[in-house]
Structure formats: C-alpha cells, structure tokens
C-alpha cells in the first residue's frame, strides 16, 4: 500500500508527454493545469482500479485481469474506451498466444494508432461537455 499521498500519482514525465502530444504544438499549457491535469488522470485510474478490483473479487479473484478493467470500465459508463481497448487487449492476448513476449516487443502501428483513437475520442468527449 502506499505510504504517502503522492505515492498514488502518476510519474509527471509520462503525464506531460501525453498531456505534449494531445495538444497541438502552438498550445502552452501553465504548470498549474499541468498539475490538475496530472491528479485528475491519477484520480481516474485509481477509480478504475478500485472498480476492476470489485470485478476481481466477484470472481473470487485477488489478481485483477484485463477484463476485470474493460467490466470496469462498462460498468462506471465509459463506454467510449472500451471498443479500442478490447482490440488492444485482443492482440495483446493474441501475441501471448503466440509465445511472443508482448512486453518486450516495440509499439506496433496498430497500438499506437489504438492510443490515438482513445486520446481523440477523450478529447472529442471533453470539447462535447465545454459546449454544454
């Protein structure tokens, strides 16, 4: 478990890369928004988490699996990043099979255009409720 509070969060440097390559090149983004940015992406994931633990622990489970994740996230209604996060962890299952390491193989064209997508349609979703 963690010790401290900032144990919970996400590395800055990876959250300021995805933060540096959702926004066009033009945009600056202030360190306070940065930082807001940052804890809301560690809230989110901590909130799937706790959801796909639940998923676990229905099926009697204490390790969480990839579909632990995707009911998850069905069941806290962000349906939106299931379609490309199951064909994601269809081909990761798929290179399993396979016997290749997924973990050691280098980013596919398809993963990364998969990434894309969830970062686009997150990013479609958002410009949707500041028009609201």
Request: zero cysteines; aromatic letters at 4%.
């Amino acid at each position: 478990m963690a010790e401290k509070l900032e144990d919970l969060n996400l590395p800055n440097a990876s959250v300021q890369k995805i933060i540096k390559d959702a926004l066009p090149e033009s945009v600056n983004i202030g360190k306070d928004a940065r930082s807001a940015l940052s804890r809301a992406a560690s809230v989110f994931v901590l909130y799937v988490t706790s959801q796909a633990s639940k998923e676990a622990q229905k099926s009697h489970r204490k390790t969480l699996m990839g579909q632990d994740v995707l009911n998850a996230l069905e069941e806290l209604e962000f349906e939106e990043f299931l379609e490309p996060l199951q064909e994601l962890h269809k081909s990761f299952q798929d290179s399993k099979k396979q016997g290749k390491n997924p973990k050691k193989k280098n980013a596919s064209t398809d993963d990364v255009e998969m990434v894309e997508e969830i970062e686009d349609s997150a990013e479609e979703n958002l410009e949707e409720e500041a028009a609201d």
